[in-house]
């Protein structure tokens, strides 16, 4: 997995979630979301979701499925 295939994979589906990429790119979260920040950093995404949208003390979600990334700039 190279940052290009996270970037391109954002790109065509618009909008995903950590937990599809994880499934998607067989990686762990956190190295996912270093290839994230990066792309965050460039203004090509940006977090649409996540889990401090929950109410306080919910612990029902899994934080993956509620880390959305969208893509914000024109297509690769």
Known sequence: MILSEVRTYIAEHKRVTLMDMCYRFDA????????????????????????????PGCCKCDAKTKEIYEWITPDP
């Open 28 to 55: 762990e979260p956190d190295a996912l979301r270093g290839m994230l920040a990066i792309l965050q950093r460039k203004d090509k995404i940006r977090m649409v979701a996540d889990i401090s949208t929950c109410s």
